[in-house]
């Protein structure tokens, strides 16, 4: 295969590729760094690039080959690493000046794990100031472009990685996802974006141990390689008391579904989220085209009104928690979107919190009602269609003036809300021809028939990544 064709490969061809010593694992990354060099001037979806680093590890990646060692599965895989995830020796910002020049001693769990696969890290990629914003834009970078419109966003806060694996100059990225900082970007940039159950991927540094809200999850532009990324950073920590006590997930045969056997309900808007018009009447029409496929198909779902309130306390409180310090002592240098954000926490009493953790309980309970009856939930995965990097914040939609500008999440939060696994995947075009995301949503610890399902209408229904123009 030619050098020039190495970044259309996905994760896993790569892998095996190096394993069988088809090309180097030097290969690969010198393509993704000529990758990045070439277009990341008008995407922006890296903040930092580590080429010597990189390179020095690929080299060590073949050494292993040629010593016939034992490879990992993602060995010689060039991967990139949101700025919100710490990286020891490679400048690690959050998208914020305060942190411009920070440079960790220790790696994130989840980094560890995946370079113990044998993935090579080229880069940290783009967030918005502390993963708050719905584009990814700071002083320091960007904003990331959208690899479909370059006018258009990305989406945030994961924008940059999943721009940064929509365009090809990676295989797979590093994400966060709160109140659909995944699902949001992969919808957007027409990725696969995983956020798994809280807890399959532990986080044993986070400030507050059983936070279950925010969670890391996977940028891919397959199902396969979600997957297989999932499986890399997966399996207990005891530092992490939500960290699941069983062993690493493994990743099951994604083609071993019956569809007929499944359960499937759809909605729109759960019953609860603004939609853009537009969105939702080509969302809908893709529902029809999957009537017949599965056992039950039926529009339907669980009671979500209360979600927007105790998303809204239980987020401006932990956010709060984590940065008011910052706000008191630097809040002149900080983003107005950010300081709002933090500001949003302050004030908030006990019974405010704990009267938002009862709708959370309740909220919890209604899906798990929903789910003793349905399997799969399949909904949009974004309120709106990219929108340009100049609008900022969505305020808006349909000519309804939005209360806040977290709003429009509401379609991902509420699934942020009650832990369950979801992935979005491509599903179809806008009418200027930017992507659509579809959102699947399970059981909890249910990964393996989400992504068979997610892995089906891939394979069945061509809901994948499609190369942008030109690249």
Not at 103 to 120: E, Q
Request: glycine content about 10%; charged content about 20%.
């Amino acid at each position: 295969m030619p050098d020039t064709d190495l970044h259309r490969l996905s994760a896993a061809a790569m892998a095996e590729g190096v394993r069988r010593r088809r090309f180097r694992a030097r290969d690969l990354v010198a393509a993704s760094l000529e990758r990045i060099a070439a277009l990341d001037g008008g995407l922006k979806s890296f903040i930092t690039v580590a080429p010597d680093a990189a390179l020095a590890a690929a080299e060590e990646a073949d050494r292993r080959v040629e010593a016939g060692a034992p490879l990992g599965p993602l060995h010689g895989v060039p991967v990139g690493i949101k700025d919100l995830t710490l990286t020891a020796g490679l400048r690690t910002t959050y998208g914020s000046t305060l942190y411009a020049d920070l440079i960790p001693d220790t790696d994130d769990l989840s980094v560890t794990r995946l370079k113990a696969a044998g993935a090579i890290i080229v880069g940290k990629t783009n967030t918005p100031e502390f993963g708050f914003g719905a584009i990814t834009g700071n002083e320091l970078c960007g904003p990331t472009a959208n690899p479909y419109d370059l006018d258009k966003t990305s989406g945030g806060s994961s924008g940059g990685s999943a721009a940064a694996v929509a365009a090809g100059l990676v295989p797979l990225a590093q994400g966060t996802d709160f109140g659909g900082s995944v699902r949001t970007p992969a919808s957007f940039c027409g990725v696969v974006g995983l956020r798994p159950t809280p807890g399959r991927i532990p986080s044993p540094g986070r400030a507050l141990a059983w936070d279950g809200l925010a969670t890391q999850g996977f940028l891919a532009r397959d199902v396969a390689d979600a997957a297989l990324a999932l499986a890399a950073v997966s399996g207990p920590d005891p530092r992490d008391p939500t960290s699941l006590p069983v062993p690493a997930w493994t990743v099951p045969d994604l083609d071993a579904l019956d569809p007929l056997s499944l359960r499937v309900a759809w909605s729109t808007d759960l019953g609860s989220a603004l939609i853009d018009l537009g969105l939702a009447e080509r969302f809908e029409a893709v529902m029809r085209g999957l009537e017949g496929l599965f056992g039950a198909f039926t529009e339907a779902t669980p009671d979500c009104r209360e979600a927007g309130a105790a998303f809204g306390t239980l987020r401006a409180a932990h956010i709060f928690h984590t940065y008011g310090t910052t706000l008191e002592q630097d809040g002149d240098r900080l983003s107005p979107s950010v300081a709002w954000n933090i500001a949003r926490g302050k004030g908030l009493t006990a019974a405010d919190y704990l009267r938002a953790e009862a709708q959370r309980s309740a909220l919890y309970r209604r899906f798990a009602a929903f789910f003793r009856d349905h399997d799969i939930l399949m909904t949009l995965s974004a309120s709106v269609p990219p929108f340009p990097n100049a609008q900022g914040d969505v305020t808006e939609i349909n000519g309804f003036r939005l209360s806040t500008i977290i709003d429009y999440l509401a379609i991902t939060y509420t699934v942020s809300l009650i832990g369950f696994p979801c992935l979005s995947i491509p599903c179809g075009w806008t009418a200027d021809g930017l992507p659509i995301g579809l959102q699947l949503i399970a059981r909890p610890y249910e990964e393996d028939r989400l992504l068979r399902c997610a892995r089906f209408l891939e394979r069945e229904m061509g809901f994948r990544h499609r190369w942008p123009a030109g690249l």
